[in-house]
Structure formats: C-alpha cells, structure tokens
C-alpha cells in the first residue's frame, strides 16, 4: 500500500518567512496512470498539480477552489489543474503521450514540451460574484520560474517557488516543492540572509532525490534550523468531482436543437471527463428525458 503525500506548513525567523514543503509523489503518480503520461507530459503536469496544491491549501475556504492552467506553443498544448483547499486536486493534460528527448542539461526537456510562447492563467473562485483572473506570459515553460513572474506581476508578493518531479518509464520516484513568502516585517537582513542561502542550496529535483524529510527540507530552504511547524497533516489527494448529474447539466446546456441532432445522429451519447477519463452513457430514452426540461 503506497504512504500518503503530505504538506506542512513552516514559519522561519521568528515568523519573518513562512514555508510551505510538500510531498506530491503519489498525486502525480496517479496522474501518471489515469492519463497514461509519458515521462515528459508527467513531469509538466506533475508540476503544475504541485503548484496548485501549494497555492489551493492556502485558500480560506473548503467551497473556494484554483484553477492553474498553462497554454503553451510546444506539444503538449494546454495543462490545467484544480486544486481545494483540502487540498483536493484535478488535472488533465491535452496531449498526454508527448515526448521529448533530453534537453541539453540532461534533463526532461518541459520547457520544450510547454512552449515559451503563451500565458499561465490563475482563475481563483473565492464566494465573490466573479472570480478573480491573473494572467501573465510564459517566461520558460519550465513552469516554476512561470509562477515566479505571476507573483512578482499579478500578486506584487516576494515568493519563492520551486516544483521538481523525478520520472522515468517504470513510473514517479520522487515529486514535490515548496513556495516560500516573506512576511511585511521581514527586514533586508533577513531577504539577504536567504539571498546568500538560495547560493548554495541544491536544486528541488536534488534534495527530493535524497529523500529529505519535509521538516528537513524546510530547514534547507530556509537556512533556519529553528523552523516551527505551525500546520500539519495536510494530505493532498488526487480527486475527481464529476458525477452523472454533472454530465447531464452539461448536456442540458447544449440547448434543445443541439440535443435532437444527437439523437438523430447516434444511439447512445457516452461522455468522458477530461480529469478523471471516467465514462457516462446516456441512451436515447434518458436525452428524450432531458429534452422535456428545457
């Protein structure tokens, strides 16, 4: 039986910078299998599933929910992810099975799977009558750096954001991340105490392939061995919210005359969720059913 991902959330500096750390392996190694990913399209979704869960755990309420979505001009087309704030979390990648060779560090090439070309938009329903929508370009396509420029432009906030995922073709072995703030009271001697520590710190994919415990890596990051664990025992999980009533309010909305030429054209009507690539069958006598409600 596989070990359950989990999260913790950190203060460092006597509460000057605040930490969150997460263990998203399992997350992503579902992904992996649900949508038959390649090494490739599971390291950029692995990513972006990351990054959601990192930012979803931070919502004020379990009714609000993020959507992170890349649209790149590399192969993969569009990525999006949805994250609660459990952290509960979706994803679905347009084209799963691309693959690419190794970029020129040695490494999975996403920046080349994504594209530099495009937008990483950040959707946030929070209870208001409109969601809140931050949109900025691509930097890379290495996804990290991408969030980076979203909380320098569209949040005006001094984050660090770091997501590593390691894949080969027998499945995930290690993913995970963290997002670092500075709170309004952190002074510059704090910001250059972590400019010098960022220097020689290894990169995410590094200290996840040591297998450093969350606590461990929190005190990494942070350059502080007095870190104090303010929220644990968050488990983020892969979860699906579609359900048979979904897919049918979907289908109402198609409108009358959309509905009828499906009748007309087919027997059946088989609908498949993008997330979760789990199936629903509504047969003639359910649409005729339908129809009458409109």
């Given at each position: 039986?596989?070990?359950?991902?989990?999260?913790?959330?950190?203060?460092?500096?006597?509460?000057?910078v605040a930490i969150t750390v997460i263990d998203s392996t399992n997350l992503v190694d579902d992904a992996r299998n649900i949508h038959d990913l390649t090494p490739t399209t599971t390291a950029a979704l692995g990513r972006l599933m990351t990054a959601a869960a990192l930012l979803g755990v931070?919502?004020?309420?379990?009714?609000?929910?993020?959507?992170?979505?890349?649209?790149?001009?590399?192969?993969?087309?569009?990525?999006?992810?949805?994250?609660?704030?459990?952290?509960?979390?979706?994803?679905?990648?347009?084209?799963?099975?691309?693959?690419?060779?190794?970029?020129?560090?040695?490494?999975?090439?996403?920046?080349?799977?994504?594209?530099?070309?495009?937008?990483?938009?950040?959707?946030?329903?929070?209870?208001?009558?409109?969601?809140?929508?931050?949109?900025?370009?691509?930097?890379?396509?290495?996804?990290?750096?991408?969030?980076?420029?979203?909380?320098?432009?569209?949040?005006?906030?001094?984050?660090?954001?770091?997501?590593?995922?390691?894949?080969?073709?027998?499945?995930?072995?290690?993913?995970?991340?963290?997002?670092?703030?500075?709170?309004?009271?952190?002074?510059?001697?704090?910001?250059?105490?972590?400019?010098?520590?960022?220097?020689?710190?290894?990169?995410?994919?590094?200290?996840?392939?040591?297998?450093?415990?969350?606590?461990?890596?929190?005190?990494?990051?942070?350059?502080?061995?007095?870190?104090?664990?303010?929220?644990?025992?968050?488990?983020?999980?892969?979860?699906?919210?579609?359900?048979?009533?979904?897919?049918?309010?979907?289908?109402?909305?198609?409108?009358r005359e959309e509905l009828e030429k499906m009748i007309e054209d087919e027997e059946n009507i088989e609908t498949v969720c993008h997330f979760c690539n789990k199936k629903y069958l509504f047969d003639k006598k359910k649409i005729k059913e339908i129809l009458k409600t409109i």
């Amino acid at each position: 039986m596989k070990e359950l991902d989990s999260m913790k959330k950190y203060l460092a500096y006597d509460g000057k910078v605040a930490i969150t750390v997460i263990d998203s392996t399992n997350l992503v190694d579902d992904a992996r299998n649900i949508h038959d990913l390649t090494p490739t399209t599971t390291a950029a979704l692995g990513r972006l599933m990351t990054a959601a869960a990192l930012l979803g755990v931070d919502l004020k309420s379990m009714d609000d929910s993020i959507t992170v979505q890349i649209k790149g001009d590399g192969p993969i087309g569009s990525m999006v992810a949805v994250a609660n704030k459990f952290p509960k979390i979706r994803a679905y990648v347009q084209n799963p099975h691309v693959e690419l060779e190794l970029n020129e560090k040695g490494k999975i090439d996403v920046g080349g799977a994504v594209g530099k070309n495009g937008f990483l938009n950040i959707i946030k329903d929070i209870g208001l009558k409109e969601p809140y929508v931050g949109i900025v370009p691509l930097v890379s396509g290495e996804i990290a750096e991408d969030f980076a420029k979203y909380f320098a432009e569209s949040e005006q906030k001094p984050n660090i954001i770091a997501l590593g995922v390691l894949v080969d073709k027998n499945g995930v072995k290690k993913a995970g991340g963290y997002l670092l703030s500075l709170m309004p009271d952190a002074s510059d001697e704090i910001v250059t105490i972590l400019e010098k520590n960022a220097e020689k710190i290894p990169s995410i994919s590094k200290i996840l392939s040591e297998n450093n415990s969350l606590d461990e890596i929190a005190k990494i990051i942070t350059g502080d061995e007095n870190t104090k664990i303010i929220e644990e025992d968050i488990t983020p999980v892969y979860e699906c919210n579609c359900s048979y009533e979904r897919f049918e309010k979907g289908l109402i909305s198609l409108g009358r005359e959309e509905l009828e030429k499906m009748i007309e054209d087919e027997e059946n009507i088989e609908t498949v969720c993008h997330f979760c690539n789990k199936k629903y069958l509504f047969d003639k006598k359910k649409i005729k059913e339908i129809l009458k409600t409109i």
